[in-house]
Antibody, heavy 121, light 110 residues
Framework: QVQLVESGGGVVQPGRSLRLSCAAS????????MHWVRQAPGKGLEWVAF????????YYADSVKGRFTISRDNSKNTLNLQMDSLRAEDTAVYYC??????????????WGQGTLVTVSS | QSALTQPASVSGSPGQSITISCTGT?????????VSWYQRHQGKAPKLMIY???KRPSGVSNRFSGSKSGNTASLTISGLQAEDEADYYC??????????FGGGTKLTVL
């Protein structure tokens, strides 16, 4: 069965960096686009970033562009999110999610359980 | 990227039908047939209920259906059941390789 397991969350000071990872199993990881989605406390879901199946195409929400970098290692079935220059408003549970297709924007058919990132001094 | 607009809450009695709206603009919902809907029970990961506006993934009850008119997408749940009580989110491709979510709707089964 498909499993997505996030790790790397924690408490970090404003301006510092954090790297999240998502270990994927149960499907051909290299055939699907992957996303990061977050949910701040008491707020709704917010799309953060997308990477295509081959890792070539990467796209970001305006709120994180220039600060976050999405990447993947298809040999290790791992998705990553490097988060730099963190702000208090980045505090959220971060989810990795599998796209229905390789390069599309069609929907997320599997989600991880999330990892909490708290940005606070 | 602007969030899509959903009602904060809707409610219905068992057996009834309810509809949750998701209003965007001509730049997102109105321009693409790429709206998806998610059900989220407290403490659990979201579950895909509808994709590409009206398609149901395997295993999702046919009581759930999606549609679109202009800049507004809708999720209809017929034959409401207690287990349908959850938060529901819409999501749409918003152009320029971005996605936008709605703010979420809390469904209460009376």
């Amino acid at each position: 069965q498909v499993q997505l397991v996030e790790s790397g969350g924690g408490v970090v000071q404003p301006g510092r960096s954090l790297r999240l990872s998502c270990a994927a199993s149960g499907f051909t990881f290299s055939s699907y686009g992957m996303h990061w989605v977050r949910q701040a406390p008491g707020k709704g879901l917010e799309w953060v970033a997308f990477i295509s199946d081959d890792g070539i195409n990467k796209y970001y929400a305006d709120s994180v562009k220039g600060r976050f970098t999405i990447s993947r290692d298809n040999s290790k079935n791992t998705l990553n999110l490097q988060m730099d220059s963190l702000r208090a408003e980045d505090t959220a549970v971060y989810y990795c999610a599998k796209d229905l297709y390789s390069r599309g924007w069609y929907g997320f058919d599997y989600w991880g359980q999330g990892t909490l990132v708290t940005v606070s001094s | 990227q602007s969030a899509l607009t959903q009602p904060a809450s809707v409610s219905g009695s068992p057996g009834q039908s309810i509809t949750i709206s998701c209003t965007g603009t001509s730049s997102d919902v109105g321009s693409y047939n790429l709206v998806s809907w998610y059900q989220r029970h407290q403490g659990k990961a979201p579950k895909l209920m509808i994709y590409e506006g009206s398609k149901r993934p395997s295993g999702v009850s046919n009581r759930f259906s999606g549609s679109k008119s202009g800049n507004t997408a809708s999720l209809t749940i017929s034959g409401l059941q207690a287990e349908d009580e959850a938060d529901y989110y819409c999501c749409s491709y918003a152009g320029s390789s971005t996605l936008a979510f709605g703010g979420g709707t809390k469904l209460t089964v009376l």
